[in-house]
């Protein structure tokens, strides 16, 4: 009896302990590693305004302007001052030079405009520098009354840049340190003072390659013997055109925005006989108000880029 107890009690302790046949016990599973929260979304880039569209705004802001007159803002029917700038290019960040502003209404628009965007220059003769009397007086009136109306508004005018130069040795600034040139019906004066082509030489010199001459003045009839019209204010397109390629510019366009078909060109007092001037007075108003301003030509000229030095290396073109 004794001997049968021992191997049952042996086995009862192999058993006890796990052996025979059983499986071995399987490891707790490791705890599951912790998922990265989601990266937090980037922020939306910021809407950016079309700056082209900016710009386009900022000028009906102006011509919309309370300092600009009730009279002044009805010649923008005739004038088109919105479609004009834009037909010559102009932009933030530039320099530009108006030549004899006269009584400034184009000032008045480019000033703010240009306020803190770039830089605006009134070009003005000089009357010290005019020997005949009745030319002298005019601009010294014109000058003073253009320099009253920069002081008295340094909101719209404390950054205009007023520029005197010589009626027969034009210098409009140092060469090729303008971007814009500008003039509005002046051409037929600077013919009359016998210095229109002086006029574009300093225009040429002035602006820096690539730089933009804009010509508005009285358009004679197609074909038109410019002897027998400039006198009459109106210059034929040719003449104007011819000007500008023997100073050196290219012509790039032409705009019919400041077009009016109604004008005949063919007044006794010219030019003057049409609004804004109504040089006879109340003979025939009704019809020449009914006609309007003037018929325009708008001319955008470019000055060419520095040609390449002879011997220099060309690069070349990329396939």
Not at 64 to 71: C, I, L
Not at 200 to 215: C, I, M, R, Y
Not at 223 to 230: E, H, I
Not at 283 to 302: N, P
Request: hydrophobic share 40%.
């Amino acid at each position: 009896m004794q001997k049968l107890a021992l191997p049952f009690a042996l086995a009862l302790v192999l058993a006890a302990c796990g052996g025979g046949n059983s499986e071995p016990a399987k490891p707790a599973a490791a705890p599951e590693a912790a998922k990265p929260a989601p990266a937090a979304a980037a922020p939306a880039a910021p809407v950016v305004a079309n700056p082209a569209a900016q710009w386009d705004a900022r000028l009906s802001s102006v011509l919309a302007g309370s300092w600009r007159s009730d009279a002044n803002k009805a010649r923008d029917a005739y004038r088109h001052p919105k479609e004009t700038l834009a037909f010559f290019g102009l932009k933030p960040g530039q320099t530009v030079i108006e030549i004899t502003p006269g009584g400034g209404w184009y000032t008045e628009i480019l000033a703010p405009l240009m306020k803190g965007q770039g830089k605006l220059v009134a070009a003005v003769i000089d009357p010290a520098s005019v020997e005949k009397e009745g030319t002298k007086n005019y601009l010294t009136k014109s000058n003073g009354g253009l320099k009253d109306k920069i002081a008295a508004d340094a909101e719209r005018y404390s950054e205009v840049e007023l520029r005197e130069f010589a009626q027969a040795a034009p210098k409009l600034g140092e060469p090729g340190s303008a971007d814009v040139v500008l003039t509005f019906r002046n051409v037929h004066n600077f013919m009359m003072w016998n210095s229109d082509k002086a006029m574009f030489q300093s225009a040429f010199d002035v602006l820096k390659p690539g730089g933009v001459l804009g010509v508005t003045d009285h358009r004679a009839a197609a074909g038109a013997d410019l002897a027998k019209t400039k006198d009459s204010g109106y210059i034929p397109e040719e003449y104007v055109i011819k000007l500008a390629t023997d100073a050196g510019f290219v012509l790039e366009g032409k705009s019919e925005v400041n077009a009016n078909a109604k004008d005949t060109k063919d007044y006794e007092k010219g030019v003057w006989t049409l609004p804004p001037s109504l040089a006879l007075g109340e003979t025939d108003k009704a019809k020449y108000v009914a006609i309007g301003e003037s018929d325009r030509m708008t001319l955008k000229f470019v000055k060419p880029n520095a040609p390449t030095p002879p011997g220099a290396p060309v690069e070349p073109v990329k396939q």
